[in-house]
């Protein structure tokens, strides 16, 4: 129990991180205006609602990734113990209003970093 309530917090805390670099950065910034325009903002690393609605609890850091065309930024990591390690990660919206998304991956021994929460703010 004191595990999922530290993945949902830890998720939590890098979608606010997130959130509020993106309120401070998007003032000047203006709304796609075309598909054009929404293809060249995933190039520079934001992350939309439908690639937010792909990633499922389970997949791994590596596939998340591909899904969002970044590796957004590292907010916390942390030893959990009996070899697990929990990573936060915050990753920028698409589009002119401010928001986030939160992941937290979780690592057990030597597999994968995989996806515990996830929360997102659009």
């Known amino acids: 129990m ?30 796609p205006e075309s598909a054009a325009a929404s293809v060249s903002a995933a190039a520079k690393g ?9 990633v499922k609890k389970g997949m791994t850091k590596t596939k998340v990734h591909k899904i969002f065309g ?4 590292l907010v916390t990591r942390q030893s959990l113990g009996n070899g697990q390690v929990l990573e936060a990660r915050g990753y920028q919206t698409c589009g002119s209003r401010p928001g986030g998304v939160g992941i937290s991956f979780l690592k057990k021994g030597k597999q994968s970093p995989k996806v515990a929460e996830k929360a997102g703010q659009f």
């Open 2 to 31: 004191q595990i999922r309530r530290l993945l949902a917090t830890s998720a939590a805390v890098a979608l606010t991180s997130t959130a509020l670099g993106t309120v401070a950065t998007s003032a000047g910034a203006a709304a």
């Open 70 to 73: 970044t590796s957004g930024k």
């Open 46 to 54: 934001c992350v939309t609602k439908a690639e937010y609605r792909k």
